[in-house]
């Protein structure tokens, strides 16, 4: 849950801008969650402050509260439990779709998962996803001229 989330920045000038002003929410858990507004509208800050991307220590002004379950997240809660897609992904265009999933599941799952285990959630999330049918294909680079590569909604 979010509760009353205000997060302001401090300009060059030395005045303040808000970003976040009162933001109050909830996240369902397993279910999946829109984030929409308009360029500027503070979606990205609101998910970096979620996933601990953005510090809480250089805003101007920072208040409210985030709780996991009911209680304040530290970073390796926010780390297992959060995650999200940048605006322009980072993706190696020599691997193929399941050896990228392969690989960010030995970053976030812990050591004491079983590879099995890791494998199997990410053939789910290949299912879960309807990307089953290109697990085996190369990310490719779209910027490459006739290169072979997995559609902009599949790389989402």
Same mark, same amino acid.
């Given at each position: 849950?979010?509760?009353?989330?205000?997060?302001?920045?401090?300009?060059?000038?030395? +005045? &303040? !801008? @808000?970003?976040?002003d009162g933001i109050t929410t909830v996240f369902e %858990? $397993? *279910?999946?969650?829109?984030?929409?507004?308009?360029?500027?509208?503070?979606?990205?800050?609101?998910?970096?402050?979620?996933?601990?991307?953005? +510090? &809480? !220590? @250089?805003?101007?002004?920072?208040?409210?509260?985030?709780?996991? %379950? $009911? *209680?304040?997240?530290?970073?390796?809660?926010?780390?297992?439990?959060?995650?999200?897609?940048?605006?322009?992904?980072?993706?190696?265009?020599?691997?193929?779709?399941?050896?990228?999933?392969?690989c960010t599941a030995e970053l976030k799952c812990s050591s004491k998962v079983a590879s099995a285990q890791?494998?199997?959630?990410?053939?789910?999330?290949?299912?879960?996803?309807?990307?089953?049918?290109?697990?085996?294909?190369?990310?490719?680079?779209?910027?490459?001229?006739?290169?072979?590569?997995?559609?902009?909604?599949?790389?989402?």
């Amino acid at each position: 849950a979010v509760l009353d989330l205000r997060y302001a920045v401090k300009k060059a000038d030395g +005045s &303040t !801008k @808000t970003i976040l002003d009162g933001i109050t929410t909830v996240f369902e %858990a $397993g *279910a999946m969650t829109a984030i929409m507004g308009t360029s500027g509208a503070g979606k990205t800050t609101l998910l970096d402050l979620l996933a601990g991307r953005r +510090s &809480t !220590k @250089t805003a101007a002004e920072y208040s409210g509260s985030m709780l996991f %379950a $009911g *209680a304040a997240p530290n970073e390796v809660v926010r780390k297992r439990y959060c995650g999200y897609c940048e605006q322009f992904d980072t993706l190696i265009p020599v691997l193929s779709v399941r050896e990228t999933l392969d690989c960010t599941a030995e970053l976030k799952c812990s050591s004491k998962v079983a590879s099995a285990q890791k494998r199997a959630r990410v053939d789910e999330i290949l299912k879960e996803l309807g990307l089953a049918a290109v697990a085996d294909s190369k990310v490719g680079n779209p910027a490459v001229v006739g290169a072979k590569c997995i559609s902009g909604g599949q790389r989402k």
